[in-house]
């Protein structure tokens, strides 16, 4: 059973209506609060969002009976809160459970000892695919756009079209730096623990030192490792050093190939004994594919090692694997000042002139150039009035520019190379000239996606990945609301302020008499 917020408030529980937050708060959790508080308030957006979650997540599961679940409420504060403020599910934990005014907004009282458990929050919080936040994602700005209407004193505000920037960056996977020694040990290492513990659990005497074995292997790589290391110039040292540098990569892969012999062997051994009594087939199926896995890539890193260092060739780009655990890991050199190399999945957003997210697309194996297009017609397929985009270089083509006239009376795509005369009059024109200088805003962005959450993807796997920025993209946008909020709520006090003021003045004026 899951319902979407309690309907009956219970003794001490403050109505969500009557919360305030100190306005003179620098941090960003009151501004996250107030965007939520907007959410609920809004009846037609709040019914609008929860009767997607009620169908999407876990549609086959009776939402009526059962034990009670999390509430759909409480499932999008928490991941709103995640991402908002960039921690991590322990944090996420301690706020939920001690934090006042977030209590408040779960709808817990002072009165309320009702405590939150870790795996519960990151089961439930994971229930929302990307498909499903997207959806949500765009009743929340529609909502802020009538907001940013409604409460704007600017022409330029009031105009309803939508004028979009779009940029990609790179959102970090949670990996240490690649390469093949370090990565032949993350496989090797991971093969003896598993086979280990499998081991153990059907009480075959086997790896029975598997920590030893594990040292064994990491000496050897940190002796490769420290071979790596002489910078002599002299010709006799060098040949020297090139020979005790095969030399210790040879008994690196020969201590390595050792233990993958060893646990073919033992796997071989296991199939002959009856695993029933203690372990279930599916399970021993699952562990037994686990560790073949990282015997693959354990066999890849050697062959690698070995043409690379032993045979002196050079691994082709598109071999290279660059984590064990995140194989959707790219190596992405962006052209950034200090930051030769970042290791990810880029990430390609669009923003509107409002400083909304409008849509955020994962890129695997993909250019900047390959999603101009698309972005640009998915965009518009949720956002009808979207009227121009800006992008930077990186996104020109020929093919891109014929489409992208399609789609936006506006397209300001500027190209590369020389300019013939007929490009010149189109990106000298003042409306194209007007909206590349305003393109550079969609890095205040990008920094704040990153700040709030999009610099490093702590989830595993390419599906958590994508969960995540999406998650961002609804939490960033929700701040958003948030702060246009607080700063109509600040204007309104001056105005109320600047009117007192000049009442007492009126006051203090001094009265003639007349002669």
Same mark, same amino acid.
């Given at each position: ?114 405590l939150y458990h870790l795996q519960t929050v990151k089961d439930n919080v994971s229930l929302l695919t990307p498909e499903l936040l997207d959806e949500i994602n765009q009743l929340i700005v529609k ?131 009856? %695993?029933?009594?203690?372990?279930? =087939?599916?399970?021993?199926? !699952? +562990? $037994? /594919? ?133 490009? %010149?009059?189109?990106?000298?024109? =003042?409306?194209?000239?007007? !909206? +590349? $200088? /305003? ?77």
């Amino acid at each position: 059973m899951r319902v979407v917020q309690p309907p009956q408030m219970t003794i001490g529980e403050v109505d969500v209506s009557k919360l305030t937050f100190n306005p003179n708060s620098r941090d960003d959790i009151p501004r996250i609060l107030k965007g939520l508080q907007f959410i609920y308030l809004n009846i037609i957006l709040r019914n609008a969002i929860f009767a997607l979650l009620l169908s999407k997540i876990s549609p086959k599961v009776s939402k009526t009976n059962g034990r009670p679940g999390m509430s759909l409420w409480t499932i999008l504060v928490c991941g709103v809160i995640r991402l908002g403020l960039n921690i991590d599910y322990d944090r996420l934990l301690e706020l939920m459970n001690e934090h006042h005014s977030l209590r408040a907004i779960l709808g817990h009282h002072t009165y309320n000892d009702v405590l939150y458990h870790l795996q519960t929050v990151k089961d439930n919080v994971s229930l929302l695919t990307p498909e499903l936040l997207d959806e949500i994602n765009q009743l929340i700005v529609k909502s802020g756009h009538e907001l940013v209407l409604r409460g704007s004193h600017d022409k330029k505000s009031d105009d309803p079209a939508l004028h979009g920037r779009c940029d990609s960056f790179v959102v970090e996977t949670d990996v240490h730096y690649p390469t093949d020694t370090n990565l032949l040990y993350d496989a090797t290492r991971k093969i003896i623990q598993l086979t280990a513990k499998m081991c153990k659990l059907l009480g075959f005497s086997a790896l029975r030192q598997h920590a030893k074995n594990v040292y064994q292997v990491k000496a050897a790589m940190r002796k490769a490792h420290l071979k790596n290391r002489s910078k002599s110039t002299n010709t006799e040292q060098k040949e020297k050093n090139e020979a005790a540098i095969i030399e210790a990569h040879q008994e690196y892969i020969k201590c390595d190939q050792s233990f993958v012999d060893k646990v073919r062997q033992i796997l071989l051994d296991v199939e002959k004994i009856d %695993k029933t009594a203690v372990m279930h =087939p599916i399970r021993y199926d !699952a +562990r $037994k /594919a686990e560790i073949e896995k990282f015997i693959v890539h354990a066999e890849r890193q050697i062959d690698q090692i070995r043409r690379r260092k032993i045979l002196g060739e050079k691994i082709p780009h598109e071999e290279k694997v660059f984590s064990l655990f995140e194989p959707h890991t790219e190596w992405i050199s962006k052209g950034k000042a200090g930051v030769p190399v970042e290791l990810g999945l880029k990430v390609c957003i669009m923003e509107d002139q409002h400083r909304f997210i409008l849509r955020t697309q994962v890129m695997q194996d993909q250019t900047d150039d390959k999603v101009t297009v698309e972005i640009v017609t998915e965009t518009k397929k949720r956002f009808p009035n979207l009227q121009s985009t800006s992008f930077d270089k990186g996104f020109h083509s020929i093919e891109n520019q014929k489409k992208l006239k399609e789609e936006l009376p506006l397209v300001v795509l500027p190209r590369k190379g020389k300019l013939s005369e007929a490009a %010149k009059a189109i990106e000298n024109a =003042p409306e194209f000239v007007a !909206a +590349r $200088k /305003a393109h550079s805003a969609v890095e205040s962005a990008i920094n704040a996606l990153e700040v709030h959450g999009l610099d490093v993807c702590p989830d595993h796997g390419l599906d958590a990945f994508k969960c995540y920025v999406a998650w961002a993209m609804v939490a960033r946008n929700i701040h958003r609301i948030g702060d246009i909020l607080w700063e109509q709520e600040k204007e309104a006090q001056r105005g109320k302020d600047n009117q007192v003021s000049a009442q007492n003045d009126e006051k203090d004026k001094p009265v003639k008499i007349a002669a």
